[in-house]
């Protein structure tokens, strides 16, 4: 949970959010890039608040606390579908890449044997394109049927070390907007397969909008 503060003008955010394998993000790394003056002007929720009540900015911090603790609650209710939308995306990037995640000890499973010359993970894997409803602004809170992808990629892809790697993402930031929460992360392998991954998720229908990596 979260705390919102107004701080010469500007709110500042205090505690945790847990946006799953996206990343735990504390303090410093959550925030509302408005100052009050300029959320005032720019949040049609804020304005709706407003409009029929002069509310102090300490009484708009109030309002941007419940927001952020209420996004963070109803993720939590659809995070196996933002976390293998997010696994979606990431491994997209890492298959247009070819990533050999293999050279990393932490990412290998015992016993597989990553120096067979026949062996290629992208070839041995599957097709991240045959499975729907991964596109942008594809909903996220259960009003779409989807496959399962994060089941798909530790049966299909079991070579790769899912668990470790998702302990190795570094969350960096978290800012909630008016109808969206953005995130950026990487991770701890001198950003081998994440390097500061942006997206914008919409509140409505938790559905990635703007996704970038590397």
Not at 58 to 75: G, H, P, S, V
Not at 172 to 186: A, P, T, Y
Request: glycine share 8%; aromatic share 18%.
């Amino acid at each position: 949970m979260v705390k919102v503060y107004v701080e010469n003008g500007e709110f500042v955010v205090k505690g945790t959010f847990d946006f799953g394998y996206l990343g735990l993000y504390k303090d410093d790394q959550l925030g509302i890039n408005c100052s009050c003056a300029e959320i005032r002007d720019e949040w049609d929720s804020i304005y709706e608040l407003t409009k029929d009540n002069d509310l102090t900015d300490e009484e708009i911090a109030m309002y941007l606390t419940m927001r952020f603790n209420e996004a963070e609650e109803k993720i939590q209710k659809h995070i196996h579908l933002i976390n293998c939308d997010f696994l979606y995306h990431i491994y997209s990037d890492m298959d247009g890449c070819g990533n050999e995640f293999w050279e990393y000890e932490e990412l290998r499973v015992p016993g597989f044997n990553y120096d067979d010359p026949d062996f290629y993970f992208y070839n041995i894997s599957f097709d991240c394109e045959g499975y729907s409803g991964y596109g942008v602004g594809d909903p996220n809170d259960g009003s779409v049927e989807k496959d399962d992808f994060e089941d798909s990629l530790r049966k299909k892809g079991w070579m790769f070390n899912l668990d470790a790697f998702i302990k190795s993402i570094v969350p960096e930031s978290c800012v909630l907007g008016d109808d969206e929460i953005s995130f950026q992360c990487s991770d701890k392998f001198k950003w081998a397969l994440i390097c500061a991954a942006y997206d914008r998720i919409n509140l409505k229908d938790f559905s990635f909008t703007d996704w970038h990596n590397f």
